[in-house]
């Protein structure tokens, strides 16, 4: 099992690149609340709406570079609360595998730091490990995921299927939680 795990730390790296992902998105969504008074003047109590967003952002620092496509982003009024439909978020890293995730909608609130995301979530890194599933919540603070729904995880000798699953990023600790069934190709792996 120990050999099993160690070959497959991908699925793991891919899962806290997840985070990570949101991390940016919310570190950049927060940029993007508290931009000046436009914003104010625009919006009249009733929050702002956006359509067709094309975002961009680089951080240096980690060597990441990250983009959101979304049909519609939606900030509340008193600015905690980002809502978005049909959104694709893609991360580049230098010296890793890049990562995209699609789904039909999500939310991020600002006073918890959690994020929301469901509906035909289909996460795939370059290096052919994906995920799917319907729901997933993310609390960034502490670097937990969390879903009760079906969860199909596949890579270039695996596939997992289960029902629901967690995922801490800091004991670097993944766990489907029912209904589990693993296929392993024994050629691949070298069994």
Known sequence: M???????????????????VG??????????MKAPALFKDIVSGEGLKLK????????????????????????????????????????????????????????????????????????????????LTEYVMINEQKGFLRSDKAVRISGPDFKINGTGFQADLNDKRFEVLSDVTTIIDEEAVGL
Do not use: C, M
Request: hydrophobic fraction near 35%.
């Open 23 to 32: 991390f940016y998105f919310v570190k950049s969504g927060t940029k993007l």
């Open 2 to 20: 120990k050999r099993f795990l160690r070959k497959h730390w991908p699925l793991l790296g891919l899962l806290l690149l997840l985070v990570v």
């Open 52 to 131: 067709d967003i094309h975002y961009t952002q680089d951080d240096p620092d980690d060597r990441l570079k990250w983009v959101l496509d979304a049909k519609e982003v939606s900030i509340s009024s008193d600015r905690k609360t980002v809502r978005f439909k049909d959104f694709i978020l893609s991360v580049e890293a230098e010296d890793k595998n890049g990562f995209k995730l699609k789904g039909n909608s999500g939310q991020y609130f600002e006073d918890t730091g959690r994020i929301e995301l469901w509906g035909n979530l289909d996460g795939s890194s370059k290096d052919g490990y994906r995920v």
